[in-house]
Nanobody
Framework: QLQLVESGGGLVQPGGSLRLSCAASGFTLDYYAIAWFRQAPGKEREGISCISASGGSTNYADSVKGRFTISRDNAKNTVYLQMNRLKPEDTAVYYC??????????????????WGQGTQVTVSS
């Protein structure tokens, strides 16, 4: 069974940091670009960051650029999202997803074949 599991969410104060993890089971992440999405209350899900299968290429939405860093450890079959200088508007459920390609492209959701169940991130004082 192909499965992605996110972890690391929680409650953090504005300006704080969290590191999310996305672990795969049932398949290896080596051959897939992995993206992080988020969905805030009352809003559509949006793609915020992606990393290529090799880890050599990354991209970020403008809203998180300079604050979030995506990385991967293929030996651990895990992708990470380091989130720094968090803001209340970062509050959302965060999802990881595997793209059916080696490289990143658009965040068109049908291009992603496996999704995690999501982890809640709440930024509040």
């Amino acid at each position: 069974q192909l499965q992605l599991v996110e972890s690391g969410g929680g409650l953090v104060q504005p300006g704080g940091s969290l590191r999310l993890s996305c672990a795969a089971s049932g398949f290896t992440l080596d051959y897939y670009a992995i993206a992080w999405f988020r969905q805030a209350p009352g809003k559509e899900r949006e793609g915020i960051s992606c990393i290529s299968a090799s880890g050599g290429s990354t991209n970020y939405a403008d809203s998180v650029k300079g604050r979030f860093t995506i990385s991967r450890d293929n030996a651990k079959n895990t992708v990470y999202l380091q989130m720094n200088r968090l803001k209340p508007e970062d509050t959302a459920v965060y999802y990881c997803a595997a793209r059916s390609r080696f490289i990143c492209g658009s965040y068109h959701e049908p291009d992603f074949h496996s999704w995690g169940q999501g982890t809640q991130v709440t930024v509040s004082s």
